[in-house]
């Protein structure tokens, strides 16, 4: 089985839901400003190699201190970051992430060179860790978005629904979330999309629940799925998130989370999407925001706005730790 090599060696892409959650976005410094890819590894390239050669020690540190809190880290690595730390060889499908204009909404893209995705069940854990990592890190980085995530009840988003539901498990779950053979070198790594959502959560609260239904697509307090729409009616959430071709159904894994700071008045969702094809996750936000058909977008989009929009290459801990040598 070609997963089966991997899967011994993959960045615990496929942890599990916890109740909390960090999503840190850096730039690394230096490379903002326009140094040219091929520049060499300057003082601040070296900085992050060291640091992401130690990140599987550094877990282990402060995990080692509550095993049940179930802390991970995964790292994802930009494109724009991956020569200078990778080589020229890079992930068959890894790009920057392009801007998806739909006539009313757009998936727009922003600056990311690395991913820190950092889950436990326990948030002082999660502070901890970030707190080493960037530590490790120093100057050689700046911060371009940093949520601190948490779980609502029984996995719900900030607009009621359970969220994470169709996530694939199983012996679907590698399958659909790492690379395989299909591109040899970067086997057991996975491709990472993360999009900041904030809601307009009065606007929704005044549609009625069944109105809210339909635009997902599932019952709210059951979480039953409801029937697909005819193929020129307006799809709902799940259906338009829903890709399937002669070689059947592509799942992603999502570990969606909500945040807000209702003081602000801020409710958001924090989407995050691994999957072994970069395709399938582009084709979901092109069937969201440009709507099937064209024009029927996906109304969750009238009541969510993304903030940013950034694609990372998760290698595995085995590619992390050799930038150390
Ligand atoms: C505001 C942001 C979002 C919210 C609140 C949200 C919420 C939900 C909810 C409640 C479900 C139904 C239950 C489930 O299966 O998890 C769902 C399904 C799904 N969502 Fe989202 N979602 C968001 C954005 C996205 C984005 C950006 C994508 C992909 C690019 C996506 C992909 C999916 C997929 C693949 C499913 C499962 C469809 C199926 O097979 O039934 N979602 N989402």
């Given at each position: 089985m070609a997963h089966a090599d991997a899967r011994g060696n993959i960045q615990n892409i496929e942890g599990p839901l916890t109740r909390s959650a960090v999503f840190l976005v850096l730039r690394v410094r230096g490379?903002?400003?326009?140094?040219?890819?091929?520049?060499?590894?300057?003082a601040e390239i070296a900085t992050v190699r060291a640091a992401l050669a130690g990140l599987e020690d550094l877990v282990k540190t402060v995990g080692f201190r509550e095993p049940r809190a179930r802390l991970t880290c995964t790292a994802g690595i930009g494109d724009g970051i991956w020569a200078p730390l990778?080589?020229?060889?890079?992930?068959?499908?890894?790009?920057p992430f392009r801007e998806i204009a739909g006539a009313t909404h757009t998936a727009i893209a922003t600056p990311g060179d690395l991913l820190l995705h950092i889950r436990a069940d326990r948030e002082d854990l999660v502070y901890e860790l970030e707190r080493l990592i960037l530590d490790a890190l120093g100057g050689a980085v700046e911060t371009a978005d940093e949520v601190s995530g948490f779980r609502y009840f029984d996995a719900r988003d900030l607009l009621g629904f359970v969220d994470g539901t169709a996530n694939p498990v199983g012996r679907d779950l590698p399958e659909a979330v790492l690379v395989g053979e299909e591109d040899p070198a970067f086997a057991g790594g996975s491709y990472v999309v993360v999009q900041k959502y904030l809601h307009d959560l009065s606007a929704w609260q005044r549609l009625t629940t069944e109105e809210q239904e339909a635009v997902m697509g599932?019952?709210?307090?059951?979480?039953v799925e409801l029937d697909d729409a005819a193929a020129d009616e307006q799809k709902a959430h799940k259906t338009l998130a829903t890709i399937e071709d002669e070689a059947g159904e592509h799942d992603i894994l999502r570990d969606n989370m909500p945040f807000a700071r209702p003081g602000a008045g801020e409710f958001g969702t924090y989407f995050i999407g691994y999957s072994r094809r970069l395709w399938v996750i582009e084709k979901m936000l092109e069937r969201m925001f440009v709507g099937d058909p064209p024009g029927k977008h996906d109304r969750l989009l009238d009541f969510s706005t993304p903030v940013t929009g950034s694609t990372f290459f998760v290698p595995t801990p085995g590619m992390l730790s050799a930038l150390g040598e």
């Open positions: 490379r903002a400003s326009g140094s040219a890819p091929d520049a060499g590894p300057g990778f080589g020229e060889r890079k992930p068959a499908e890894l790009h599932r019952t709210k307090s059951d979480n």
